[in-house]
């Protein structure tokens, strides 16, 4: 199993596995081959991409899922936090949804209740960052009727997103939450060693 990680934001601890650092830090040049490797592959991922790397992004979530205490006693459900799309949604976490659903065969899936009710800004490209809320796009048919929740997010940065999807679940009947990113956000080199 590869090494956890861990940071905490107000929303709560966020377990993941790689530090992803910006274009920025590649003036640095001192990334590691597994830093370049992964910041590679979660482009594959984002998009959907049908390649050797996404799938063991893949792999890693589902095989760190599957070992979590109790996941399949009934009471968790799984939610990935939206794209800024339907259909980026759709090609991001479909395959890890669907290898999810052959491992956890006794957790709901909350993404296969989410109606989406319009599209909105990409967090990364947007002015007001922190102000964009992840959710705002969708909707979710019916309530939550399994109250612990594993929400999933691609990539960690301020945890904005995973602080919008308690809000917003918690609305809709989830009372505990566990949080994992594949990746969390360093800007520059000195940020990460601040750290």
Same mark, same amino acid.
């Given at each position: 199993?590869i $090494?956890?990680?861990e940071?905490?934001?107000p929303?709560?601890t966020?377990?993941?596995?790689f530090d992803y650092y910006?274009?920025a830090s590649e003036?640095? $040049?001192v990334?590691?081959? @597994?830093d370049?490797?992964?910041?590679n592959?979660?482009?594959?991922f984002k998009?959907g991409?049908d390649?050797?790397?996404r #799938?063991?992004?893949t @792999?890693?979530?589902v095989?760190?899922?599957?070992?979590?205490p $109790?996941?399949?006693?009934?009471?968790?459900?799984v939610?990935?936090?939206?794209a800024?799309s339907?259909e980026?949604s759709?090609r991001r976490?479909n395959?890890?949804i669907?290898?999810?659903?052959e491992e956890?065969?006794?957790?709901c899936?909350?993404?296969?209740s989410v #109606?989406?009710?319009?599209t909105k800004?990409q #967090?990364?490209?947007a002015? $007001?960052?922190?102000h964009?809320?992840?959710?705002?796009?969708?909707?979710?048919?019916?309530?939550?009727?399994?109250?612990n929740?594993?929400?999933i997010?691609d990539?960690?940065?301020?945890g904005?997103?995973?602080m919008?999807a308690r809000?917003?679940l918690?609305?809709k009947?989830?009372?505990?939450?566990?949080?994992?990113?594949?990746?969390?956000?360093?800007?520059a080199?000195?940020?990460h060693?601040k750290n």
């Amino acid at each position: 199993m590869i $090494n956890v990680k861990e940071k905490t934001y107000p929303a709560g601890t966020v377990n993941y596995f790689f530090d992803y650092y910006s274009n920025a830090s590649e003036k640095f $040049n001192v990334l590691s081959q @597994e830093d370049r490797w992964f910041k590679n592959a979660l482009w594959r991922f984002k998009d959907g991409t049908d390649s050797t790397d996404r #799938k063991q992004l893949t @792999e890693i979530l589902v095989e760190y899922i599957k070992n979590m205490p $109790n996941i399949n006693d009934g009471s968790w459900s799984v939610f990935c936090i939206p794209a800024s799309s339907e259909e980026k949604s759709i090609r991001r976490y479909n395959h890890l949804i669907n290898r999810l659903k052959e491992e956890l065969p006794d957790v709901c899936f909350l993404n296969d209740s989410v #109606k989406f009710i319009g599209t909105k800004e990409q #967090k990364h490209t947007a002015p $007001n960052r922190p102000h964009i809320d992840a959710c705002s796009h969708i909707t979710l048919t019916g309530s939550i009727s399994r109250p612990n929740v594993v929400i999933i997010d691609d990539i960690v940065t301020r945890g904005c997103a995973m602080m919008d999807a308690r809000q917003f679940l918690s609305t809709k009947g989830a009372e505990h939450f566990k949080f994992v990113a594949l990746g969390k956000t360093y800007y520059a080199m000195e940020e990460h060693l601040k750290n």
